[in-house]
């Protein structure tokens, strides 16, 4: 992925459509966010950082503004977060700041800055927010999901900061429940696609068996057919031998 950002900043230069540029512009600030969530998953916090501020740099004199907004507001989410973990506060403060001069977007956007408002002790936020995208997700995808999954587990360890350990017990119970049907879901589906698998293979070998019959039955009809030419041509010769 770093090797593919790489190539792509080399080129955008040359792009000079602006509906193409903006693209790919966009297309290199998502790869920098994607970058940005593995770094800080594996604990490179200054990479991370770093490239939370690619992504502002990528989409900053856009001609989608919208479009550039969700991302800045990311960009901004992670990076209050990223400068609390590695202990600038003031800085942290200062972008969560900035964050909510960009205020309302939507929750999936707004959900991002749950991760600086847990460094931060500010649980009560936590919970309003995850609690308002668990009612969205309800009602978009349904109670069995990743995302509801995630929330859950995201309001259980407020709960504990907060000292409510009968709510956060239930809201982990919750969460691997969720857990639970999703792989018994994800099970099912991988044993209907073996399934199919398995029968779309037996078709193929029954297809392949009647094609060798069919090619058998041919060949022996070929034989029977040129030995009877064969014996018919013997007889007339035979016939024409007695005569002469």
């Known amino acids: 992925m770093q090797r593919a950002v790489g190539l792509m900043e080399k080129q955008r230069s040359a792009v000079t459509d602006t509906a193409d540029v903006d693209d790919a512009l966009f297309l290199l600030a998502y790869y920098h966010n994607c970058l940005m969530t593995r770094k800080a998953e594996d604990n490179e916090l200054r990479e991370a950082l770093e490239h939370t501020k690619a992504v502002e740099s990528c989409i900053m004199g856009t001609s989608q503004p919208e479009r550039a907004e969700n991302m800045l507001v990311r960009a901004l989410a992670w990076r209050a977060y990223l400068y609390c973990v590695t202990d600038n506060t003031v800085q942290a403060d200062s972008s969560y700041t ?34 308002r995208y668990v009612d969205w997700v309800r009602e978009k995808k349904g109670e069995y999901t990743n995302a509801m999954r995630t929330s859950k587990l995201s309001m259980a360890e407020a709960q504990a900061a907060i000292g409510r350990d009968a709510e956060a017990y239930c809201l982990l119970k919750e969460a691997y429940e969720i857990s639970d049907t999703l792989h018994t879901r994800q099970a099912i589906e991988n044993a209907q696609e073996l399934a199919a698998e398995h029968h779309d293979r037996e078709q193929q070998e029954q297809i392949a068996a009647q094609r060798l019959w069919i090619a058998v039955l041919a060949a022996l009809l070929g034989i029977i057919a040129a030995a009877a030419l064969l014996y018919r041509i013997s007889v007339v010769r035979k016939g024409k031998d007695k005569t002469m």
């Open 98 to 131: 900035v964050w909510q001069q960009h205020l309302p977007v939507s929750i999936t956007v707004e959900r991002d800055i749950c991760h600086y408002l847990m460094k931060r002790g500010r649980y009560e936020e936590v919970l309003n927010i995850q609690q």
